[in-house]
């Protein structure tokens, strides 16, 4: 065998390792970041008396409601807790990743005490909602759209709703932002959201792991198109935000290591309605409601305020 045989023998193996390596990676991190189950990466939350209370008084005061998913028939189930006097405000509240509607049982509660009706579903794959893929909001942004239109049917046409999310559920809201909404959302709160799934999954690749993003995040995103049907380079809150007019209030902790405190700014600009922004100065990922609920409330208030009549 000649010398450029040789060469092209050793450059095609070479290519082969690495195609089987970064196919090996990819399968790898798709199933630890898109398939539900326990989360190494994931810290474990401190349970406090107030968490508990709320639970307990979600668990007392909610109506169950079930749906099917947009897109895929998945049976999809959601607490609704009526306000104590009769309105048609509501607040459709998401929750983050891996997590469940309980566990913004505290959130649910302050927007039950400031009068407003409040439906949290369970996203896809999330709590007791079916699926095997999690959505990143991607997927969950058409489910939202269904949960919506069923608060209008029972409501009524001259229902108001803001849609308020937190982390992964930021994202969700921030995403279905860009759709085609009905007139009957008047505004949306966003707690600690990522600009795209791509931004989110390239952070954590650096972040937790140390791997260069790419080209890992490029054939895990190959890998999720055909094993999830989507694209984690389209599912951005960014380009979503582009086509939004609606009040947009945007919340993030100021030492964010989770979803880097940088992005709420790129997702600020990118809004073209009415928009506030408010970085709780050295609070963590999703916790500037625990560090400071009353404050929390307060600017939330505020801001609702003005958009419902």
């Not at 809150?237 to 964010?256: A, C, T, W």
């Amino acid at each position: 065998m000649n010398k450029k045989k040789k060469l092209i023998v050793w450059v095609s193996s070479i290519v082969l390792i690495i195609v089987a390596i970064l196919t090996a990676a990819s399968l790898y991190f798709y199933q630890l970041a898109f398939v539900p189950g326990d989360k190494s990466f994931l810290e474990t939350e401190k349970v406090t008396k107030a968490d508990t209370e709320a639970k307990k008084w979600l668990k007392e005061n909610k109506v169950v409601w079930n749906q099917t998913s947009a897109t895929d028939n998945l049976k999809l189930v959601a607490s609704y807790v009526p306000a104590k006097e009769k309105t048609k405000k509501t607040i459709v509240v998401a929750h983050g990743y891996m997590g469940k509607k309980e566990d913004l049982a505290r959130q649910i509660k302050m927007f039950h005490d400031l009068g407003y009706n409040v439906l949290a579903p369970d996203d896809r794959a999330h709590g007791e909602s079916e699926g095997n893929i999690i959505g990143y909001g991607w997927l969950d942004k058409d489910d939202y759209v269904k949960w919506i239109k069923k608060v209008i049917k029972q409501d009524g046409q001259d229902s108001q709703i803001a849609l308020y999310g937190v982390s992964m559920g930021g994202s969700t809201v921030m995403m279905a932002s860009g759709m085609n909404l009905p007139s009957q959302v008047k505004a949306i709160v966003e707690d600690c959201g990522y600009t795209s799934l791509k931004d989110e999954l390239s952070y954590e690749a650096g972040n937790l792991y140390h791997i260069p993003p790419f080209p890992l995040v490029k054939t895990l995103s190959w890998v999720t198109q055909i094993k999830a049907g989507y694209d984690p380079y389209e599912a951005s809150s960014v380009e979503q935000l582009k086509r939004n007019h609606l009040p947009m209030f945007f919340i993030h902790g100021g030492n964010d290591k989770f979803v880097p405190t940088e992005m709420v700014y790129r997702n600020y600009k990118a809004t073209q309605g009415p928009k506030q922004i408010w970085v709780t100065k050295g609070v963590s990922h999703a916790k500037s409601f625990a560090k400071n609920p009353k404050l929390y409330e307060n600017k939330v208030s505020k801001f609702l305020d003005k958009y419902f009549k």
